[in-house]
């Protein structure tokens, strides 16, 4: 049997690499087994920061979302510093659009933590081009986004600069366990093993072990703004109902996302494609006149509740640190040090005890 690191993290997606990185500054000796990096969810995200358009209810998971916010732009300074690779990370805010309004016609929707409510004329002012069936919208200036493609390649990068042992094209075919202790795991390579193993394997999670996260497919599209355009027509995200518009600096603007129940299924549909074009075009009518750009899509590892699973396991040298369904991008910094604080020093967190696998117990 191979002894490869004091910790071997299986799956190589952002939040692998981030936990990763984390570990590495902690003084641990780290191997990362990714089987192909292409196929991470994050390659194929939007790269929202959006705790609060997503109106994601008071409780644990919105605590969790605003700490791992808060962290990003001390975590990306420090990324871009070790790389040299840009990440797009941008404070631009995020508009949630409302077309109807669903309480009384004298009052606004109720709106999540700490947002700030546009009229019909207010958002109209704000972001000109917006369908004229809005009815005014809500505006979170601190939700922000990042390029998500940049970012893991920043991550890639970093791991490598800084000594992480990142082992690319290596499956892992089983975990190999006894009396509550994971013991090897099983690759391509042969058995590798280690003091420490997380699973991190986002959809694929339950391919190796019995946890309940499962794949959720995700379609999404880019335009590009002409280029006889000298200015951008959009200088924030657009968060609206069943579609989100999300213009790069670049000029670049992602348009996403599907939610399907398909398993593995791969591939762009027609239906998929035309039901976000149909969405975005009525949000923002000026889009049909936008060049399509790039067609893809990927598989958001999803749990029965929506939430991560973080922390301990049934086996005393395995943590969890997946299930992170649309918040991946997000929450990549916080799971990256509430884990390795974990696993390095067995400091736990308060906010991990609401993500422990154990909820899960009667499903």
Known sequence: MNAVSDIIIVGGGIIGLALALELRAHGANVTVLCRDFKEAAAHAAAGMLAPQAEAIPPGAMLDLCLGSRSLYPEWIEKLETITGIGTGYWRCGILAPVYVRLTSPEAPPLPSKEGTWLDKDGIAQFQPGLNSEVIGGWWYP????????????????????????????????????????????????????????????????????????????????????????????????????????????????????TKEEVGFTPDNTPYGIQKLLAAAIRLYPELQHFPIQEFWWGFRPTTPDEMPILGSSAYDNLTFATGHYRNGILLAPITAKLVADWIWQQKSHPLLSYFHYSRFAGI
């Open 142 to 257: 601190e939700d922000a986004q990042v390029d998500n493609r940049a970012l893991v390649q920043a991550l890639w990068a970093a791991a490598l600069q800084l000594g992480v042992n990142v082992r690319e094209g290596v499956a892992v075919e089983s975990i190999e366990q006894q009396h509550q202790k994971i013991t090897g795991v099983s690759t391509s390579l042969g058995v590798l093993s280690s003091e420490h193993y997380v699973l991190a394997t986002g959809a694929w999670s339950n391919q190796l072990l019995p946890v309940p996260v499962y794949p959720k497919k995700g379609q999404m599209l880019s335009v590009q703004v002409p280029s006889h355009q000298t200015q951008l027509p959009l200088q924030r995200v657009l968060f609206g109902e069943e579609i989100y518009i999300v213009p790069r600096q670049d000029g670049r603007i992602v348009l996403g996302a």
